[in-house]
T-cell receptor, first 111, second 116 residues
Framework: GQQLNQSPQSMFIQEGEDVSMNCTSS?????WLWYKQDPGEGPVLLIA?????ELTSNGRLTAQFGITRKDSFLNISASIPSDVGIYFC???????????FGAGTILRVKS | GAVVSQHPSWVICKSGTSVKIECRSL??????MFWYRQFPKQSLMLMAT?????????EQGVEKDKFLINHASLTLSTLTVTSAHPEDSSFYIC????????????FGPGTRLTVL
């Protein structure tokens, strides 16, 4: 089936540090989305990307749609304790179709 | 904007009973809604895609007679777990895609189902 390889699997960083995570695929996607999920809650959309090469920011978060359309990364600058959670990437192909999700990156922050 | 609610947020039921979970888009119309299941420390597993006014499309391995989905309006989809058993215990999450040219899905807060 369709697979997204998300890395790293988990991160344990110091408060104030920058964070970087990425997703790669062997096939092309037309949409890349990044979500954050807190324990016991549903995922919350952070950033949506629709064009190859697109770089989009949302506060301290920055995400890019890879030029090959097979990868995307998410950066978090100056991490804070509330950044703790699981981050998922998701790729979409055709409009309205289902998304393919990565396995998630667990982020823990030491204050 | 783009708020999705789910009800109930948690439910405990006896084995053999049926449980209905509602998913509502509160401030937008959703032509398509999706139902996911999530096991602890795992990613989201798509169960089915639900389009308003038509039959749901189930993923391989998901029993359509076990997990009944109804999408009667542009703001409401329901998932009914029929004759629930302990192995159906899980976190069920719905999402809704607004009508329009993009692929974003907005998720509900999830429903924790425990079958005794």
């Amino acid at each position: 089936g369709q697979q997204l390889n998300q890395s790293p699997q988990s991160m344990f960083i110091q408060e104030g540090e920058d964070v970087s995570m990425n997703c790669t695929s062997s096939s092309i996607f037309n949409t890349w989305l990044w979500y954050k999920q807190d324990p016991g809650e549903g995922p919350v959309l952070l950033i949506a990307l629709y064009k190859a090469g697109e770089l989009t920011s949302n506060g301290r978060l920055t995400a890019q749609f890879g030029i090959t359309r097979k990868d995307s990364f998410l950066n978090i600058s100056a991490s804070i304790p509330s950044d703790v959670g699981i981050y998922f990437c998701a790729g979409g192909r055709e409009y309205g179709n289902k998304l393919v999700f990565g396995a998630g990156t667990i982020l823990r922050v030491k204050s | 904007g783009a708020v999705v609610s789910q009800h109930p947020s948690w439910v405990i039921c006896k084995s053999g009973t049926s449980v209905k979970i509602e998913c509502r888009s509160l401030d937008f119309q959703a032509t398509t809604m999706f139902w996911y299941r999530q096991f602890p420390k795992q990613s989201l597993m798509l169960m089915a895609t639900s389009n308003e006014g038509s039959k749901a499309t189930y993923e391989q391995g998901v029993e359509k007679d076990k997990f009944l989905i109804n999408h009667a309006s542009l703001t409401l989809s329901t998932l009914t777990v029929t004759s629930a058993h302990p192995e159906d215990s899980s976190f069920y999450i719905c999402s809704a895609r607004p009508s329009g040219p993009h692929n974003e899905q907005f998720f509900g807060p999830g429903t924790r189902l425990t079958v005794l």
